[in-house]
């Protein structure tokens, strides 16, 4: 069972570069996610969809995009890379509604560095 | 703004004993609430669910409990053992928009 792959794994980038982190599932679920780690800081919520087609901003969507491809991909793009976006990026993806005591998967994470 | 709080932030404790990791949410609009272990370089694993309809959660050596009345969810580790050293996250499912809020997490490290 893959679950949530996300690539690349390591990237480092120099400021102003641009770059898109891919991600994807194979549980078909409908709701997907891209979180930042940050040291200290837990898990905060970049960008999500909760279905094809929808995407919404999390709690700091700022200098990112995303595109919700099809139900099983979702990337994250940074268009102008900054050294506050250097963090640890993860994916995940959860089943129908926080009603039906959905589990949610991540995938292993994506370091990325910008110098 | 929605909050989750761990409290400790770290702990270190010898193996065998038993212990509790505290998490506190502020929003009550959380529904559900979801414990994870990260272990270094790694994802995230879910550990335990706790749905709004119920108090606890038990798996093994775990067992998490829920009281969305005062905003406090513990997860009690018993006889703890080195291989439990990892970092445990608490996080809160948001009832509107299918959205998980985490807390910061507490670092535990188990000395043989």
């Known amino acids: 069972n893959a679950g949530v792959t996300q690539t690349p794994k390591f990237q480092v980038l120099k400021t102003g570069q641009s770059m898109t982190l891919q991600c994807a599932q194979d549980?078909?679920?409908?709701?997907m996610y891209w979180y930042r780690q940050d040291p200290g800081m837990g898990l905060r919520l970049i960008y999500y969809?909760?279905?094809?087609?929808?995407?919404d901003k999390g709690e700091v969507p700022n200098g990112y995009n995303v595109s919700r491809l099809n139900k099983r991909e979702f990337s994250l793009r940074l268009e102008s890379a900054a050294p506050s976006q250097t963090s640890v990026y993860f994916c995940a993806s959860s089943g129908p509604t926080v009603y039906s005591g959905n589990t949610i998967y991540f995938g292993e994470g994506s370091w990325l560095t910008v110098v | 703004k929605q909050e989750v709080t761990q409290i400790p932030a770290a702990l270190s404790v010898p193996e065998g004993e038993n212990l509790v990791l505290n998490c506190s949410f502020t929003?009550?609009?959380?529904?559900?609430l979801q414990w994870f272990r990260q272990d270094p370089g790694k994802g995230l694993t879910s550990l335990l669910l706790?749905?709004?309809?119920?108090r606890e959660q038990t798996s093994g050596r775990l067992n998490a409990s829920l009281d969305k009345s005062s905003g406090r969810s513990t997860l009690y580790i018993a006889a703890s053992q080195p291989g439990d050293s990892a970092t445990y996250l608490c996080a809160g499912w948001m009832e509107y928009g299918n959205k998980l809020v985490f807390g910061a997490g507490t670092i535990l490290r188990v000395k043989s």
């Open positions: 549980m078909n679920h409908n709701s």
């Open positions: 706790i749905q709004s309809s119920q």
């Open positions: 969809s909760a279905s094809e087609g929808t995407t």
């Open positions: 929003d009550s609009a959380i529904y559900n």
